[in-house]
């Protein structure tokens, strides 16, 4: 009787909500989760509005530019002249300030490149500059319009400002950087550039030697390259297409990863070195199948 009452006084305290602790322990591991992608997609809103002001700064509020014009669209001219500073930034900084300037890694370049992709569609120059992520790093990529005249490697000053306003960005890091400049197909022949493969590179090393002048960046960090109409980057069957693939990219090369080092081994202490056995020390065979030690010089 007493076993019976035991029994039934059991089961009146059955926990039939146990379920509810798994659960909880789900809704907790889930609300840390999204804290931490939070987390990691907040920018940090200091540092973005200072970005975006010297960004601003370089480039200009509204910067419009039209395909194959070597002038701005008011009619004035600008100098060009080695050496103008035209939407740049302060040259107060020192050449070796961008030394101490962090290198970003891949993930630290995509984030920057929702920086930029943000800044270039407020000041309006979506169609003329773009942004992309390859194995190397970051390209940035200009269309030759914004920067050159038609068949030309004299920078424009829109080109200038928009290098200028790219500029403020490059002082930012010490990641290293390729200019690329690109031709579409169609040949060239004057005195200055027999071929595509002069414009481009003359193109190229104008953007460079400007970077250089203009943000102070380090020289060893550049390299120039000029590739023709090797590499399109849009059909040349259009119009469109060509104007697409007449451009300079500028490679933000990330940084390479680092591999540990492999550890190397060290002997236990207290280990005995196991000897190695002389050749000469081992012994001969006879022709009556007995072994012989070989006689002691």
């Known amino acids: ?13 059955e926990n039939h909500e146990r379920w509810l602790v798994s659960y909880a322990d789900m809704m907790t591991l889930l609300s840390a989760l999204f804290m931490m992608l939070y987390a990691m997609s907040v920018l940090d809103l200091k540092k973005y509005e200072a970005f975006q002001e010297a960004f601003t700064q370089g480039m200009g509020k509204h910067v419009h530019a039209l395909p194959g014009k070597g002038d701005p669209p008011n009619g004035e001219k600008l100098a060009t002249k080695p050496g103008a500073k035209i939407g740049t930034p302060d040259p107060s900084p020192s050449p070796i300030s961008d030394q101490l300037m962090p290198v970003l890694d891949q993930n630290e370049l995509r984030r920057l490149k929702q920086q930029l992709d943000l800044q270039i ?15 190397r790093g970051l390209v940035v990529n200009v269309v030759s319009g914004v920067l050159f005249g038609s068949g030309d490697a004299t920078l424009t000053g829109n080109g200038q400002k928009v290098l200028g306003g790219l500029g403020v960005v490059f002082t930012q890091m010490s990641n290293t950087l390729v200019v690329e400049g690109h031709t579409d197909p169609v040949p060239i022949s004057s005195a200055a550039f027999p071929s595509n493969w002069e414009l481009s590179t003359a193109r190229a090393t104008a953007v460079l030697r400007f970077l250089i002048s203009s943000s102070h960046l380090q020289p060893v960090r550049l390299s120039a390259a000029g590739y023709a109409d090797t590499h399109p980057r849009s059909s040349n069957a259009t119009a469109a297409g060509r104007a697409a693939n007449r451009r300079v990219d500028i490679v933000v090369q990330a940084a390479p990863k680092r591999l540990s080092p492999t550890p190397a081994s060290t002997p236990t202490p207290g280990a005995t070195p196991t000897p190695i056995a002389s050749p000469q020390a081992s012994p001969l065979p006879t022709p009556s199948g007995r072994q012989r030690r070989p006689p002691t010089p």
């Open 121 to 135: 569609r407020l000041t309006g120059l979506q169609n003329q500059v773009q942004v992309d992520l390859d194995q």
């Open 1 to 13: 009787m007493s076993r019976r009452r035991h029994a039934v006084h059991h089961e009146e305290h």
